[in-house]
């Protein structure tokens, strides 16, 4: 039977994928004289963060000298990072000085682009928000409930009392603010009285009360003469859900930073990510001739797909800011992308090579190749999911399904980490779309066009090698244990013989700014900075101080002990000794605590063991077949090993651990897990061809020398990726990236090893151990 599929499906299909691709990158915008409307947003619209572009400093202080307390400072510094995710400013930095009572906050952006006003953003992370409903129109009336009786509140447009559509905010209370709601508008109603709604000083609305209101809800309508704008009731809707702070802010001082990175960071990722793509291409072409190519289509839709759900380009979705660690999730991504091609197109060879036709093929390689591809994409599912709901806003749908999981934490979150599992998610969905929809579209056209019925074309080869000798990775399962074993073992030794660096943001220390005239060689102020604080760990930004206009040097030094103003004046001296014109002078130092602390350590380690246990118990459902709760417990046992490669890869580069390393570990979490779902899914179906007449031992090996190869072709597609990150980075001196790339390759290579040797022959040995337990 002849593949369903017709030429003009291929057409279409890469006409709209080429067109997707070009409006994705370059975004449509139409110009009229001087002024450019734009219709679509491009990627010069990403929100990229601050470690990639740079951004705003800013240090808020309390209001009137208010002495905020320890617990009121912490409560604020929640309110605000809640602020900022809602406002999808998922790259800051958030810190507290205790002893200046100031919140110092850097975020993304750089104050001379046209399409952000730092000033505005400013003012609304640092408005009080103080929501309170009160009987009368004075805001001195009686107080009927406040904003944390508020469940949620949502920006809505339609008639309100069967008037014309108009703007305003639904509130849903919680049970408390329920009854104290309907008790007033039921005492209000029998007197005819009105209630006044208030947000800080502003009076927001007042409405006379016409009915007795009992069912939870209500709704912030504005007045004729002042309509809100749509504008308005999503701020409103935003501040509301985030909570009001705990005191009034001021801002103390605000100035402009520079790329964390370097000036040409971004440059150099996209020349790195050139190269990686052009690598795949000829990679994929090479090994899996039309599909290949056809697939590198489609991946080139994926990437994308990704980024314009990054940029803003669906105006559904609001533009996120992209860091390292959302860049991280475009790349398991596209890792798994590339996957679910490999897997289809290896099945295809494999259906060509029994004999049957190409259409035959087709269909059955399809068939076959699926069930892997949802198995394993499903284990990514759970990680950003996971991530999402640990580290994302408290009102956010996944954070609200796993309180019952991180409820013992507290609120926190991690913007960056939560834009890594955004990035992640999407990713994910949109390989469903491209990687397997899109492609097979294209494939199935191909096909149909007799120029393109050449099965070669396809991967069959008559003149075509005798298969290899398959390699007995059963008989060398002690040797893979043992040497996975010493390998953990030398990680551990070399933590403690060298020790493990950690990030300001997970110890807190010194933050020092000065001021600076002319240029200076960054590095080698940063080796006179080091010797002067006797620390290595330095951090070093430049800057502008907006008020001032003064040029400014920030100095973050992580650590648990407080740096004194003599060893600061000490620092002066061996600067303005080494480099007399740059005339350094001491601006401001903050003693700050740790943004994320101990708190989010423990997160980050229930995050994991939490996300383990769920693909766990994924694994055992649908692998029960064949025994898959002590398969899924034999892939963790794997997984333990490539985390572990990660962390010593950290140590043995010397890289302090922060939020990167969280992202990094929880990225080889999801890479690797795929890994070891596709060779069980081997497993599951060689049973039920090979029957209960082969052996255990004998199953597993055949079908991890079946997987080896797609498994294999899979992590140097991404390995690829990430050496051309490595190397680019060198050339450029970007060393943060470097150190950050270069353990995910570690780990992704680790990932290969653990998925086809480690993880199968630890299964093997508990299975004879068993058996043996049994006689």
Known sequence: MKTKGKAWQLIVTVLLIATFVYTAFFGVAVKYGDVTTPYLKGAKDIRFGVDIKGGVNVTFVPSDDYDATDDQLEAAQLVIENRLVALNVTDYELYVDNNSDSLILEFPWQSGETNFDPEAAIEEIGTTAYLTFREGSSADGELILDGSMVESAAAQYGPVSGSSSEYYVALKFTDEGAKAFGDATTKLYQSGGTISIWLDDENVSTASVNAAITDGQAIITSSASNPFTQEDVVKMARQINSGSLPFALTVDSYS?????????????????????????????????????????????????????????????????????????????????????NVITAERIKEELRSGKSLDGALKSGFARGLTPIIDGNVTIVIVAIVLMGAFGPSDGLFAKALHFVFFAFGPSTAGTIYAFGYTLLTGVLLNFVFGVFATRVMIRGAASIKALRNPWLYGADKNAPAEKKPINFVSLRKRFLTISACLMAAIVLCAVVLGVRMDTEFTGGAMITLSYEDSFDLSAVQKTASAALGSKDLTLQTGENVATGEQTLKISMPGTETVTTDEVQNLLDSLNEQYPDNAFAQLSLSNVSAAMGTKFLQKSLVAVVFALVLILLYIAFRFQKIGGLTGGMMAVLALLNDLMVVFGTFVLLRTPLDGNFIAAMLTILGYSINDTVVVYDRIRENRSLMGKKSTFEELVNHSVNQSARRTVITTVTTVMALGVMCIISKLYGLDSIFTFAFPLMMGMISGVYTSLCVSTSAWVVWSERKKADKN
């Open 256 to 340: 402009t930073v520079s790329p964390s990175l370097g000036e040409n960071s971004l440059s150099a990722m996209v020349l790195a990510g050139l190269i990686a793509f052009a690598l795949i291409v000829v990679l994929m072409t090479a090994l899996y001739r039309l599909p290949g190519f056809l697939a590198c289509i489609a991946l080139a839709g994926q990437v994308a797909a990704t980024l314009a759900f990054v940029s803003g380009y669906f105006p559904v979705f609001e533009s996120f800011t992209l860091t390292l660690p959302g860049i991280a999730g475009i790349i398991l991504a596209i890792g798994m992308g590339v996957d679910a």
